[in-house]
């Protein structure tokens, strides 16, 4: 199953937290939220279809996440597990630990937010910037 969820940049991205990748669909940030990497998200946890969410919380499956803006691309994989409440309204974060809160999509990810290149990290630092944050589960 896949689902997209557009979002927008901002001046304050810095992308450089070593557990996680998060997007809100808050339209501002600090620059203390450096795993932070889209604002203005059309979706949390809270807004995936209740059959992502299923599959999500069944820990045999695979989670691929990628983001896309403009000629850039950053791919990460983890896993679903099924403490997962998936009721955010309004971030959603993929994890390298196998930490979970309401907010959390994915755990056990192969990467975070220091490893998006740093060319996709100055396009996202742009407000007119525009990415999609693209969910895959298997």
């Known amino acids: 199953?896949?689902?997209?969820?557009?979002?927008?940049?901002h001046a304050n991205i810095r992308s450089l937290h070593p557990k996680t990748i998060?997007?809100?669909t808050?339209?501002?940030?600090?620059?203390?939220?450096?795993?932070i990497i889209g604002v203005r998200a059309s979706s949390g946890c809270n807004d995936l279809p209740e059959k992502m969410k299923t599959l999500l919380r069944d820990s045999k499956s695979t989670v691929r996440c990628s983001i896309r803006v403009k000629?850039?691309?950053?791919?990460i994989t983890g896993r679903g597990d099924e403490r997962l409440a998936l009721t955010n309204p309004h971030d959603i974060v993929i994890?390298?630990?196998s930490f979970v809160c309401p907010r959390t999509l994915?755990?056990?990810?192969?990467?975070?937010?220091d490893q998006v290149p740093r060319d996709m990290v100055r396009a996202l630092q742009h407000p007119?910037?525009?990415?999609v944050f693209v969910i895959e589960v298997m």
Request: glycine residues 8%.
């Open 71 to 75: 000629d850039f691309s950053f791919k």
């Open 128 to 131: 007119e910037s525009r990415g």
């Open 1 to 9: 199953m896949r689902f997209e969820i557009p979002f927008h940049g």
């Open 22 to 24: 998060e997007i809100t």
């Open 26 to 35: 808050e339209p501002h940030l600090t620059v203390n939220g450096d795993c």
């Open 106 to 113: 994915a755990t056990n990810c192969d990467a975070a937010s």
């Open 95 to 97: 994890r390298k630990s």
